[in-house]
């Protein structure tokens, strides 16, 4: 086994048992801010000022707009909310000389944690991908640490 693959091996390693509890811990912030944002979240209109993608494969994915709206206490807050690629189309496709609104949610005690009023709480697929990653990479560390030394070749 040459060098470059052994390499590639302990990256692919150190990838998954690194990428496990990243995924995990996202898993956790989404769970955590969902939850707040149900129980005492706030719901406003905000205006979008800019809509941003990207393209992969000629196909329009990853829709964020940016916002500004003005929270109780009137304090003006400027953020960025992930949109579904057919709302995202919307908003792009809306003409400049009508301003657009759409409803949001944000936490009174942190303005910057704001998303969709009808936000759902994706943290159930960040934990199953953090826990198949790590599971992965501990099956993969097993399995390397039992394996038997490969004897050397006598030349």
Request: no cysteine; charged share 25%; proline share 4%.
């Amino acid at each position: 086994m040459g060098f470059l693959s052994k390499l590639r091996g302990i990256l692919l390693l150190v990838a998954l048992l690194v990428g496990g509890p990243v995924m995990l811990f996202a898993g956790w912030k989404e769970s955590k801010d969902s939850q707040a944002l149900a129980d005492h979240g706030v719901v406003t209109d905000a205006l979008v000022t800019e809509v941003t993608w990207s393209t992969k494969r000629g196909r329009e994915r990853n829709f964020h707009a940016k916002v500004t709206f003005v929270t109780a206490d009137n304090r003006e807050v400027h953020d960025d909310v992930s949109v579904s690629d057919v709302l995202g189309k919307q908003l792009r496709d809306a003409p400049d000389d009508k301003p657009t609104t759409i409803s949001v949610r944000y936490l009174p005690e942190d303005t910057t944690t704001v998303a969709l009023a009808d936000h759902r709480d994706e943290s159930a697929f960040f934990y199953g991908v953090g826990a198949i990653l790590l599971l992965i990479g501990i099956g993969i560390l097993v399995y390397r640490l039992r394996r038997p030394a490969a004897e050397p070749v006598a030349a």
